[in-house]
């Protein structure tokens, strides 16, 4: 939803300055194999700050304080993948947001195309 130029944005007092005490989010090169290793860290690292209800919850649309989270959390997730290999499966998003990013992500990697692919190399491997 874009507000308009004069739009008021209300203040968010639980935000607090998570970047204070939160590790950041490390980049992705979209590899199936380091997916778990994303996965993990992103669950780990959100699950401490006000974006953790989005990893599974869309935003109210009512909610125009959830609603710009969403936002922020699909811009960092937008820049974690940005130099790997899968950033097409956030551009291809209806819109910017980051439970969407997070559902389609995790709809991506849990395909069955990508499994062969992780199935493929650690047979190679043995």
């Known amino acids: 939803?874009?507000?308009?130029?004069?739009?008021?944005?209300?203040?968010?007092f639980i935000r607090g300055a998570p970047k204070l005490?939160?590790?950041?989010?490390?980049?992705f090169?979209?590899?199936?194999?380091?997916?778990?290793?994303?996965?993990?860290?992103?669950?780990?690292?959100?699950?401490q700050t006000v974006h953790s209800t989005l990893l599974e919850n869309p935003a109210a649309s009512s909610d125009l304080i959830m609603e710009t989270r969403d936002k922020e959390l699909f811009f960092m997730l937008t820049t974690t993948m940005?130099?790997?290999?899968?950033?097409?499966?956030l551009s291809t998003l209806a819109?910017?947001?980051?439970?969407?990013?997070i559902k389609a992500i995790e709809?991506?990697?849990?395909?069955?195309?990508?499994?062969?692919?992780?199935?493929?190399?650690?047979r190679t491997r043995v």
């Open 82 to 89: 940005l130099d790997g290999s899968r950033m097409h499966i």
């Open 95 to 101: 819109k910017e947001s980051g439970h969407l990013a």
């Open 29 to 47: 090169d979209g590899h199936p194999l380091k997916y778990e290793k994303l996965d993990k860290g992103l669950k780990a690292t959100l699950g």
């Open 107 to 122: 709809k991506w990697y849990s395909s069955v195309a990508t499994s062969r692919t992780i199935i493929d190399h650690y």
């Open 21 to 27: 005490y939160v590790n950041s989010l490390e980049t």
């Open 1 to 12: 939803m874009n507000q308009p130029n004069n739009a008021v944005i209300p203040v968010d």
